[in-house]
């Protein structure tokens, strides 16, 4: 298997429960992404690991909680969230900033996240 | 900070056709751009980048875009569109190494559609 996997590719949920996105990647990168894509909003970027560390959080609400136990996996833990929560959440991969890097970002597919 | 406009939210071309998108930023240094197209259900696919030297570069599937310093425009040129190129595009500029990995900012997409 190669490229950025996501799982599932769909989820509806409530607003009380507990679940989770996965992502992993198989490109030998060292830096990982979540963005939320709403419609008719731009691309928002949401967390930034780099070499496992987190190094962005752009002001995202405590109920969304990332994980990356290592280079070739994310996770995104969901706790009470909120209608206005539902969007797609892409997953990618690059190469850390202390390789070469080329600059580009591979995507997954998305996870269609439903909050009813 | 960095940002980037796409002026046209919605384009319609006959197949056949020749297509221009338009991508516009605005970033203090020299730019790293890219082109991403996201197909209905799918993630993002890089289609081009650009880094430095020759202003027009090629691309995947037929695309070619150029950077245009003096009008900070980077866009998005196709001499003969086909009905699989309906999808939405993203234009980004990034800085590729720093220590928070690899800072896209996207415009808010153009949604093609392809008349027979």
């Known amino acids: 298997e190669t490229g950025v996997t996501q799982t599932p590719r769909h989820l509806v949920m409530g607003m009380t429960n507990k679940k989770s996105l996965k992502c992993e990647q198989h490109l030998g990168h060292n830096a990982m992404y979540w963005y939320k ?11 930034v690991y ?3 560390e987190q190094t962005e959080n752009n ?3 405590s109920r969304f909680s990332p994980e ?10 969901l706790h009470t969230l909120q209608p206005e929560d539902s969007a797609l959440y892409l997953c990618a991969s690059s190469q850390g900033w202390r390789q070469w890097n080329t600059g580009e970002l591979f995507f997954g597919e998305g996870s269609r996240l439903t909050v009813l | 900070a960095q940002s980037v406009t796409q002026p046209d939210i919605h384009i319609t071309v ?4 020749s297509l221009e998108l ?8 020299t730019p790293y751009l ?20 020759d202003t027009l570069v090629q691309g995947i599937k ?6 245009k310093r003096s009008q900070s425009s980077f866009n998005l040129r196709k001499p003969s569109v086909h009905w699989s190129d309906a999808a939405e595009y993203f234009c980004a500029v990034g800085t590729p190494v720093n220590n928070a990995g690899n800072m896209l900012t996207f415009g808010g997409g153009t949604r093609l559609m392809v008349k027979p």
């Open chain 2, 34 to 53: 890219f082109w991403y197209v996201q197909s209905p259900g799918q993630g993002l696919q890089l289609l081009l980048k650009y880094f430095s030297g």
């Open chain 1, 68 to 77: 990356c136990p290592n280079s070739s996996h994310l996770f995104l833990h």
């Open chain 2, 14 to 17: 006959s197949e056949g056709a």
């Open chain 2, 62 to 67: 037929g695309f070619e875009a150029e950077f």
């Open chain 2, 22 to 29: 338009r991508c516009n930023y605005s970033y203090g240094a």
């Open chain 1, 50 to 52: 780099n070499f496992k």
């Open chain 1, 59 to 61: 002001s995202v609400p």
């Open chain 1, 37 to 47: 894509q709403s419609a008719k909003k731009p691309l928002e970027l949401m967390f």
